[in-house]
């Protein structure tokens, strides 16, 4: 089994910057592929960024590249997505998620991932 837990979220004005962390325990055998989701109220989950462990390939959703940065850091077990310039429309709740397939063969689908932390708010205002 695989634990995460999110931390780091809060309120913050647009163009402010925000770093949430995720720290990893347990089974970490199986851990190829991390990824950021967030879910604004009313919408279905979304792929942010996700990093392939091994070789620290990103990927980014489009509405964020330049903005936010996806790392890793293996030995404190502890991913982190720096954001910044926030925007009103970065508003959600961000989980961070574990894929224990081949490499991020998942891409963003969500339902494909296996582990999931509970999540941390964030809210950006005008």
């Known amino acids: 089994q695989v634990q995460l837990m999110e931390s780091g979220g809060g309120s913050v004005q647009a163009g402010g910057s925000l770093r949430l962390s995720c720290a990893i325990s347990?089974?970490?055998?199986?851990?190829?592929?991390m990824a950021w989701f967030r879910q604004a109220p009313g919408k279905e989950r979304e792929g942010v960024a996700r990093?392939?462990?091994?070789?620290?390939?990103?990927v980014y959703t489009e509405s964020v590249k330049g903005r936010f940065t996806i790392s890793q850091d293996n030995a404190k077990n502890t991913l982190y997505l720096e954001m910044n310039s926030l925007k009103p429309d970065d508003t959600a709740i961000y989980y961070c998620?574990?894929?224990?397939?081949?490499?991020?063969?998942?891409?963003?689908?969500?339902?494909?991932?296996?582990?999931w932390g509970q999540g941390t708010q964030v809210t950006v205002s005008s």
């Open positions: 998620a574990q894929y224990s397939g081949a490499y991020c063969s998942a891409g963003f689908q969500y339902r494909l991932y296996n582990y």
């Open positions: 347990g089974d970490t055998r199986n851990r190829y592929c």
């Open positions: 990093i392939q462990t091994f070789d620290g390939t990103t």
